[in-house]
């Protein structure tokens, strides 16, 4: 399981303090990309050799509200790895409470938007963050 800290910024509260539900949407693509960028393979690198990585399916269920500074960590691993497609599942822990758990589908696909195959490197490094 990847993990990936960040402090929540005032920007991302409403005037109560509380984080604005989309804002974990971010949180999961923070996560997404400092485990791509940690294990080699950073999006601007996939995007140049011609790999996109869209989400195509998002979900979060809230449990428990997250606030203005909270230092917040995001866990991450893979749910399911197909030859086009993967699955991340997230949570989102404050001092070891789950505030928040979700997953979104991803599917990798050329500079015309057609599905192609996970570059075999990528899909091995994924491999090792399978948990179902």
């Not at 993990?3 to 991302?12: N, Q, S």
């Not at 990798?108 to 399978?130: A, G, Q, S």
Request: charged share 30%; net charge positive.
């Amino acid at each position: 399981m990847f993990k990936c800290k960040l402090r929540v910024r005032y920007a991302e509260s409403d005037q109560m303090g509380v984080v604005y539900y989309a804002n974990f949407f971010i949180y999961f693509e923070a996560a997404r990309s400092e485990f791509m960028r940690t294990h080699g393979f950073p999006y601007s690198e996939m995007e140049k050799n011609g790999f996109f990585v869209p989400v195509v399916e998002a979900y979060c269920k809230y449990l428990s509200p997250a606030h203005y500074d909270d230092e917040l960590e995001i866990h991450l691993w893979v749910l399911e790895l197909k030859n086009t497609s993967f699955k991340y599942g997230y949570k989102v822990v404050r001092e070891g409470k789950v505030l928040a758990e979700g997953f979104t589908r991803h599917v990798v696909v050329n500079k015309d938007m057609k599905p192609v195959r996970i570059p075999e490197k990528v899909k091995r490094m994924l491999e090792k963050f399978i948990i179902k």
